[in-house]
């Protein structure tokens, strides 16, 4: 065999390898990309979007920081929204709960532009400070919001997501609340909700897969 033939066979034996490399490539990266649900099958796994995206307007918030929480905290990012409250028995811890265990098994691209936020229907008991105490138990990045009754009550009523006091015979009192979990979008925008009960797996696939069909 030529020293030219030689140098032929490991070109092309280099230029094979290099295919199959970029094949492979392709491949994983292809199969590490959600998929694009339908509308159907989304609903199917709890989610409802909206064909258009809704603005909320205007607000003025206090977080558990006491900074202000104003519409740009909703922009560049993708918000998971609960409404909720620190004394509630149940629902609310395990929402919470449930939706550290989901921010932790976000790929850490997604993990990195999602943000939880709960907002307290309960602003008499629920101060900043008590926020401060609660919220960041579930995860030290999750954000606990409050404010005046009216303000709360309005923010509320742009994401479809009433609540409504309870009197108990003891004299004390709960929050009927809603426990969908709402998607705003990063330009701020009510673009849907997932309706409860939550299933983990479901809920990351098609957070996924509703993210993917937005950027596209």
Not at 20 to 46: C, D, H, K, Y
């Amino acid at each position: 065999m030529t020293s030219q033939t030689r140098r032929n066979v490991w070109l092309t034996v280099a230029l094979v390898l290099l295919f199959i490399a970029v094949v492979l490539v392709s491949f994983v990266n292809r199969i590490q990309q959600p998929r694009i649900m339908s509308a159907t099958e989304m609903r199917a796994n709890g989610l409802f979007l909206f064909e258009t995206p809704r603005d909320p307007g205007d607000f003025s918030l206090i977080d558990h920081n006491e900074i202000a929480f104003i519409p740009e905290r909703l922009e560049g990012v993708w918000t998971l929204l609960f409404f909720g409250f620190t004394h509630c028995p149940d629902i609310c811890p395990t929402t919470l709960s449930f939706l550290a265990d989901l921010h932790e098994q976000l790929a850490s691209t997604e993990a990195k532009d999602t943000q939880v936020v709960m907002l307290s229907v309960d602003p008499a008991r629920d101060t900043p400070e008590r926020l401060a105490s609660y919220v960041p138990y579930f995860d030290p990045d999750f954000i606990g919001v409050t404010g005046e009754f009216i303000d709360v009550l309005g923010f509320s009523r742009s994401f479809n997501a009433p609540f409504r006091k309870v009197t108990l015979e003891d004299g004390s009192y709960q929050i009927d609340h809603s426990a969908n979990v709402v998607l705003v979008n990063p330009r701020g925008d009510f673009h849907g909700f997932f309706r409860a009960p939550l299933d983990l797996a479901k809920m990351k696939v098609t957070y996924r897969s509703a993210r993917a069909l937005w950027e596209r």
